[in-house]
């Protein structure tokens, strides 16, 4: 490995390695893409606090999700199509987040089965669900996500309709690829990748193809995705999922108060306050940026408050500790390792945020990732979006 000192080093290297199709649609958010560079730039306006002269020795990040031991607040998020950002991406994943002490949540819509996961990292992990039309087909991933050691299920509530990502429309995004005349030039510039794509057979939604009656070529897929995600999903749906799981249950894509009191209404041992790193809504706020009054309306309840959208390094998750999230979730951070480096590159991101972290803590004069709070944040930097002046 080059020498790499932080997560933008990993995704220039990405860039290099990953097809320009499957680059594009990791590295690119809706329309205009203001939310996804604002998921970015809002946490920089936050600033810290430094305090001297403390003894500093015996540090830990340990800090508890869902009433499981992390080596630090950082979960990797669920992210589609993985497999096709590094051949058998997932399942590299998981075994560096398991390794690492950290949770990995498998995508509903990965190359990469459950059953994979279970076979080949067999160590727990949670499962996006997404609420499909198709309910039969839904309850029966909720039992394989059982039967592969599954702890929590999380069941993502912004993506019912897709926001529009030009980039992937103009790119052909399908798996397997279709790709335009450019983009095969492009691919054949990739060779590492498409050696090690030719040495695997997991190249479909894994979870999908096989288990769906009358899905067995890319069209017939397509077709049938593109009229599965549920528009008519409420909160009375959460509540029946919730009992067909029958454990623990986040709620992934909040960005409202309101919507964080149905949440905790409806059940959910944890919501996670996300845009869907700038994928979804373009124009919404910054997850950062509306963390402070959705953990104030769950105050007092059991529901915990993760965060995803924009962390790039240790000192964003810090920002995020700070404001009152429990833990945070890593989407590009991550994916730009794994398309560096597999696995390595993986481990190397969570090395990246933990260090940069533990040292960021230090300087703000505490040695316990749970005894940091708002005292270190500059007040007049703390995001608050909603005051009336
Ligand atoms: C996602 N995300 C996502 N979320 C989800 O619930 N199911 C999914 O299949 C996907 N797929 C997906 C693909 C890619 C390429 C990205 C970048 C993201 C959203 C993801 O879970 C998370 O909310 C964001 O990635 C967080 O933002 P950052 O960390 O990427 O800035």
Not at 242 to 249: L, Q
Not at 315 to 323: E, G, P, R, S, T
């Amino acid at each position: 490995m080059t020498v790499i000192t932080n997560i933008e080093d990993l995704r220039v290297i990405a860039k290099r390695r990953v097809p320009k199709m499957f680059y594009d649609y990791v590295d690119s958010g809706s329309w205009t893409e203001s939310t996804y560079r604002a998921n970015e730039s809002e946490f920089q306006k936050i600033k810290l606090i430094q305090k001297v002269a403390r003894n500093m020795e015996g540090r830990t990040l340990k800090r508890e999700m869902l009433g499981d031991m992390m080596s630090m607040p950082v979960c990797i998020a669920p992210t589609g199509l993985v497999g096709m950002v590094h051949p058998d991406g997932e399942i590299l994943a998981a075994r560096a987040a398991s390794n690492f002490g950290i949770r990995y949540t498998l995508s509903t819509m990965s190359i990469a089965s459950l059953e994979d996961i279970k076979r080949e990292v067999n160590q727990p992990f949670w499962f996006q669900l997404y609420v499909m039309r198709d309910r039969e087909f839904m309850l029966s991933l909720i039992e394989r996500a059982k039967a592969a050691g599954c702890d929590a299920l999380v069941i993502t509530l912004d993506l019912q309709m897709i926001g529009q990502r030009h980039i992937d429309l103009k790119n052909g995004l399908a798996v397997p690829p279709k790709p335009t005349i450019r983009n095969w030039i492009n691919l054949l510039t990739k060779q590492r990748w498409c050696w090690n794509m030719l040495k695997t057979k997991r190249r479909q939604f894994g979870n999908i193809v096989g288990y769906v009656k009358d899905i067995d070529d890319p069209s017939s897929l397509a077709a049938w995705t593109s009229q599965q995600f549920d528009p008519t999903l409420n909160w009375a749906d959460i509540e029946w999922i919730k009992n067909a799981w029958g454990g623990k249950i986040i709620l992934k894509g909040i960005l409202d108060a309101e919507d964080a009191k149905h949440a905790r209404d409806a059940g959910a041992d944890a919501i996670v306050v996300s845009n869907h790193g700038g994928r979804q809504l373009d124009g919404a706020l910054s997850s950062i940026e509306v963390l402070p009054s959705i953990v104030e309306a769950l105050r007092g309840s059991n529901t915990e408050v993760f965060l995803d959208s924009g962390i790039r390094s240790g000192q964003d998750v810090l920002k995020a500790i700070a404001l009152g999230a429990k833990g945070t979730m890593i989407g590009r951070s991550y994916l730009y390792g794994l398309g560096a480096y597999g696995e390595k590159g993986v481990t190397k991101a969570l090395e990246i945020i933990a260090n940069e972290l533990d040292l960021s803590m230090a300087f703000c004069g505490l040695t316990d990732i749970n005894q940091v709070d708002e005292k270190i944040l500059v007040p007049s930097t703390i995001p608050n979006p909603f005051k009336m002046n």
